[in-house]
């Protein structure tokens, strides 16, 4: 006689077997309420940062459980910060390592929302080495971490301010400035201003009749900076200027771009450029293209054109990084003319070693200026010339005040003053 | 059947670590072909990295902004980073302003896609201004006002002291002035400008000497990967290389 094997049955036991299994490992490993004789921290108290004028910040502070170094065999190692709005479920947002740490910044809160906060003491088994997950910095993965959770205080509110009074320094400069590029606008609308030559500037009127001569190309590149950046503006001014000369030599200009959207508006400024000269039928879209964002992806991709192509005249104006030198050193390789433009500092002497002439910073930005004579773009040059003059001026009574302060200490307070007001 | 720890057998039973080896050193001559002169094979490795560098670009945008700053937000809040409880509407207005760039393929509308540029270079530049008068004005002022002729506790004169922030204030002057574009570099203007220009070429040689230093360790860093990574994947061994313990 065979008697039937009682699978359920077996299967059901072993199914709470399991379970039980599973809950006691949970039990042996979560980060849980800790017994009653784990003290938790006290005193929360929970200020806005002031610090942060942007209200997505609290400062909180606490006091280290009293009598909480070592409970049994677990050590007091360190602090989790609990944080939510009002009426919703704590979550963990910051941890802090060390039990003598008693303060901690809750960051990337909403202004003006209202917030509960809860700190827990976290111990560790003696011997046990505080760490947190990589990825979730605010998950204990030391075993066997137990914590003791305060009360929940609050709600407390992060305050935006609307005005800033530390940064009173720079709105100020900025009116300041504001006023003398207005000032400039009025009398450069009236007549005439001077501006002295720039060696760089003058060669580029060179630069274009050497490739219509030739019947070559030209290359301009605007850096490697985005849309927003100053250089890149910069660059596209002086763009402008060699669109309308090359349309109006018929001479064809190749732009390689590495930004789409610097692409776009390179295209309608050379488009623009072709429709001033009179040209529009001239004009090849074409020849503004995108190639990648991958900078050395970009600078391979321009010394083929250059080695391939032969521009007579290459133009290297806007912010560049390490392929400066590369795109210079090929570009005097293959013999163009080379004009270069730039406010990387840390590229200038590459561009000064490899290329014929180069507009070192501000002439660059003067450069748009000093080509279109634009009333606009002078008084924004002139005000950058008296800005200039009121800097050094600034400078020189500071290093006068500081030095007649070491030897007349009565004068040290406006020293400190001075001082005080150019601090960020 | 090769446990977890076996060899990993990548094409033709090559490892797929050798096979990176050889692509990395191939593709490096072929880059180094350019000293040469422009030839097929730097076409061929020119047109790889373009290619490459161009669709990861894409699939990066992609996924990283389209998918997870904008779809996932919009439509898949429980799926954001972090999780939202609520779709996040104000998101809807930087998409349209995305969409509008792509008004360019249609030329009756195509000024549209001047919006999206001109809010951006608004942006920017309201951005820059207060960071740059802080950076570049404020800061360097703080830093360059300093007495050219200190004293120490004891009152003594602190000579090299002095002179260093004497010929701070004296570089900055005179650069300024080189800078200075409503003057002629005539008189006294030449004269200060051309301390100027002596400054910016000092400072200018001290980078580039840097900067060249730095790109000389990254062509050994590339002769090390070839002499001592490479060449041993087909049997020439020219010692442990000089890194090795």
């Given amino acids: ?424 | 059947m090769p446990g977890p720890t076996g060899p990993i057998t990548g094409i033709l039973g090559l490892s797929t670590e050798v096979i990176g080896i050889w692509l990395a050193a191939l593709l490096t001559l072929a880059i180094y072909s350019f000293l040469y002169g422009d030839n097929p094979v730097y076409k061929v490795a020119e047109h790889i990295f373009v290619g490459i560098s161009a669709a990861y670009g894409a699939a990066l945008t992609y996924h990283l902004v389209i998918i997870r700053r904008l779809f996932d937000p919009l439509f898949r809040p429980d799926l954001a980073q972090p999780p939202l409880d609520v779709p996040k509407l104000s998101l809807i207005i930087p998409g349209l302003l995305g969409l509008l760039i792509f008004s360019r393929f249609i030329p009756r509308y195509d000024w549209l896609s001047r919006w999206p540029i001109a809010f951006i270079m608004g942006l920017y530049a309201g951005l820059s201004i207060p960071r740059t008068i802080q950076t570049n004005i404020l800061k360097q002022m703080q830093a360059t006002i300093a007495p050219v002729l200190p004293v120490d506790a004891g009152g003594q004169y602190l000579f090299f002291s002095g002179f260093e922030n004497l010929l701070l204030i004296v570089g900055v002057v005179c650069t300024l002035a080189y800078f200075y574009f409503s003057l002629p570099h005539r008189g006294v203007m030449g004269g200060l400008s051309r301390v100027g220009i002596w400054f910016l070429m000092i400072g200018f040689g001290a980078g580039f000497g840097n900067t060249v230093m730095a790109r000389i360790s990254l062509l050994i860093g590339r002769i090390q990967f070839l002499l001592y990574e490479w060449l041993p994947t087909i049997g020439i061994h020219l010692g442990s290389g000089p890194g090795a313990g």
């Fill in chain 1, 1 to 424: 006689m065979t008697s039937r094997f009682p699978l359920k049955t077996i299967r059901s036991l072993l199914l709470a077997a399991a379970a039980g299994l599973y809950l006691l490992a949970v039990g042996a490993f979560a980060q849980g309420p800790a017994p009653q004789s784990f003290p938790a921290p006290t005193q929360i108290t929970v200020q806005d940062d002031e610090a942060d004028k942007s209200g997505t910040r609290l400062q909180i502070e606490w006091a280290m459980p009293t009598g909480a170094e070592r409970v049994d065999e677990f050590v007091l190692e360190g602090y989790r910060i609990y944080a939510a709005e009002a009426g919703e479920e704590l979550v963990p947002v910051e941890v802090v390592e060390g039990a003598e740490t008693t303060e901690a910044v809750v960051r990337d809160l909403w202004p003006g929302k209202e917030y509960e906060i809860q700190v827990s003491a976290v111990y560790l088994p003696a011997g046990e080495t505080w760490a947190t997950d990589r990825k979730d910095p605010t998950r204990i993965t030391a075993g066997g971490a137990v914590e003791a959770l305060s009360a929940a205080v609050g709600p407390y509110q992060p305050i935006a301010a609307w005005y800033d009074f530390a940064e009173s320094n720079v709105l100020a400069i900025a009116l300041m400035y504001s006023l003398i590029v207005l000032l400039c606008f009025h009398f450069a609308r009236r007549r005439d201003m001077y501006i002295r030559p720039i060696p760089g500037l003058q060669a580029v009127n060179d630069a274009i009749g050497r490739a219509t001569e030739m019947g070559r190309p030209m290359l301009f590149i605007s850096g490697l900076s985005g849309i927003g950046d100053i250089a890149t503006i910069a660059s596209m001014l002086i763009l402008g200027h060699i669109a309308r000369r090359a349309a109006a030599y018929e001479t064809p200009i190749i732009v390689p771009c590495n930004d789409p959207l610097v692409m776009t508006v390179e295209r309608e400024i050379v488009h623009q450029a072709y429709i001033e000269a009179g040209k529009p039928d001239a004009y090849e879209p074409q020849n503004i293209f995108y190639i990648t964002d991958s900078q050395f992806g970009y600078t391979s991709a321009v010394d083929g054109i250059m080695v391939r192509e032969k521009p007579a005249a290459n133009f290297f104006m806007g912010y560049f990084y390490a392929e400066a030198l590369i795109l210079a050193e090929t570009g005097n390789m293959t013999g163009a003319i080379q004009i270069a433009g730039t406010d990387a500092d840390t590229q200038l002497p590459f561009f000064i070693t490899a290329c014929d002439y180069t507009l070192m910073g501000e002439e660059l930005y003067a450069a748009s200026a000093y080509l279109s004579r634009s009333p606009l773009l002078m008084a924004q040059l002139k005000g950058q010339d008296y800005g200039k003059v009121l800097l050094a001026a600034g400078l020189l009574a500071g290093v006068t005040l500081a030095t007649i302060a070491v030897f007349a200490p009565q004068l040290q307070p406006w020293f400190d003053k001075l001082v005080a007001w150019l601090q960020i």
